[in-house]
C-alpha cells in the first residue's frame, strides 16, 4: 500500500501558505444545539440555476512540475467555489453511504468541544450553500426544515437529531472529505471529521491531534511548521484558499486505508499492473467560519488511469514529475509517497 499522502496535501496547502489536515475517530452522541446560523452571514453563494451534474465534466488536474520542491501552490478562492459537483456525483456519494454504513468508525469522528463546529457546518451547508449554489439538484422544504437531495431522492432533516448524525448526513451528501480544525494551545486541533476516501491513512488516527503532531511522520515539516501555525491563525472568513495536490496509487480504491482489505490485494511483490495504476489527485480548500471560528479542510479526490494520462500526450511529462520526487528540497518525499514500489515502473511506461 502506498505511504500515507493526507499529510503531504495539508502541509502543502499551507507550505504553502502552508496548509493541512487530518483525522481520527470516536464514537458517541451529542445532543443537537441551537442551529440558527450565526448573526455574521456567510458571503453571498452565486447560483448555478441551469446546472447540469450529468454532463459535467470532472477537472483534468496535472500542473507537473519537473523538480518537487516546497512551495506556495495555493490561489485564493471565492466561497461560492467551496463545493465541486460532477458526473461522478451519484456514483461517488452511493459508495460514501455504503462505507459510511461498513466503517463508521473509522471514517466519522468528533470531539467534545467539536459539537459547534458540525452543526455550524450542517446549518451552511444544508441550508445556505447547496440549495442556493445547485438549486437543480437540492431544495428546501417550503418550512425549511427539510432537506431534499433530488439526485438520489433522500431527504435529511436541517436540523440533525444529533452531531454523529449530523457528520454521517454530510458524508453522503457531499463529495468532500471535511475536516474541523479549533482552535487550541496557539495552535489548532482536530476535533471532527467524516472521510470516506482516505489516501494510505486511518482518519480516526488523527482525531484529537495538533497540528505539529498530525505532520509528525511528513519530512520535512519542522522547516515549516510555524509558518503553517501562522497561516492557519490568519486565515479570515470569507477568504478561502485552494490547491491541488497528487499522487500515484497502484490500485483502483478510493477508501484507501488499512480497513479496505481489497487494498492489500494490489501490494504483493513484483512491479505493479499499469492498467490498476492511476494518478490521485485532490482539489484542497481551507475555510473558516464565522460562529464558531473553526477551520475546515476538505478535499475532493479525483481518479485519472495512468494509461489515459499518456494518451493525452503528457507521458513524458507525468515522468519527469515523478522523477522530481526525489530531486527537490525533500528527497525524503520519494520514499514517503511511496514511489520506490512504482516509481520506475511508471516512468519507463509513460516514456515508453
Not at 489536515?21 to 443537537?32: I, L
Not at 494518478?279 to 477551520?295: G, K
Amino acid at each position: 500500500m502506498q505511504v500515507p499522502i493526507l499529510a503531504v496535501g495539508i502541509l502543502l496547502a499551507v507550505c504553502l501558505l502552508y496548509a493541512k489536515t487530518w483525522v481520527s475517530r470516536r464514537k458517541q452522541t451529542a445532543p443537537t444545539q441551537d442551529l440558527s446560523y450565526p448573526e455574521e452571514k456567510p458571503a453571498a453563494i452565486a447560483p448555478l440555476d441551469n446546472f447540469d451534474w450529468r454532463t459535467k465534466k470532472p477537472p483534468q488536474f496535472r500542473g507537473f512540475k519537473p523538480k518537487y520542491n516546497i512551495s506556495m501552490g495555493i490561489r485564493r478562492d471565492t466561497p461560492s467555489e467551496l463545493l465541486s459537483i460532477d458526473h461522478d456525483y451519484l456514483d461517488r456519494v452511493n459508495q460514501r453511504r455504503e462505507i459510511l454504513k461498513q466503517h463508521e468508525d473509522t471514517v466519522c469522528g468528533f470531539l467534545p468541544g467539536g459539537e459547534q463546529a458540525v452543526l455550524e457546518i450542517y446549518a451552511y451547508f444544508l441550508t445556505e450553500y447547496l440549495p442556493v449554489r445547485y438549486p437543480t439538484m437540492f431544495q428546501l422544504s417550503q418550512d425549511g426544515t427539510i432537506f431534499n437531495n433530488l439526485v438520489t431522492n433522500r431527504s435529511f432533516p436541517t436540523k440533525p437529531l444529533d452531531v454523529r448524525s449530523a457528520l454521517l448526513n454530510l458524508g453522503e451528501i457531499v463529495e468532500e472529505e471535511l475536516f474541523l480544525l479549533m482552535p487550541d494551545s496557539d495552535s489548532y486541533r482536530l476535533v471532527a471529521y467524516v472521510c470516506c476516501f482516505p489516501s494510505s491513512f486511518d482518519p480516526a488516527e488523527k482525531l484529537g491531534l495538533l497540528l505539529k503532531d498530525i505532520h509528525k511522520p511528513v519530512p520535512g515539516y519542522e522547516k515549516i511548521g510555524p509558518s503553517m501555525e501562522r497561516f492557519f491563525a490568519k486565515l479570515q472568513v470569507g477568504s478561502p484558499i485552494k490547491r491541488q495536490n497528487w499522487s500515484v496509487q497502484v490500485h483502483p480504491e478510493l477508501f484507501d486505508c488499512e480497513a479496505n482489505h481489497r487494498v492489500k490485494n494490489y501490494d504483493g511483490p513484483g512491479e505493479p499492473n499499469i492498467e490498476d495504476t492511476f494518478l490521485r489527485s485532490e482539489l484542497q480548500t481551507l475555510t473558516r467560519f464565522p460562529n464558531t471560528q473553526a477551520i475546515l479542510f476538505s478535499f475532493k479526490t479525483y481518479l485519472f488511469k495512468v494509461t489515459d494520462v499518456k494518451a493525452q500526450g503528457q507521458g513524458p511529462e507525468f515522468a519527469e514529475a515523478i522523477e522530481g520526487i526525489r530531486q527537490g528540497n525533500v528527497p525524503e518525499m520519494w520514499e514517503y509517497k511511496g514511489a520506490t514500489k512504482w516509481g520506475e515502473t511508471v516512468c519507463r511506461y509513460l516514456r515508453s
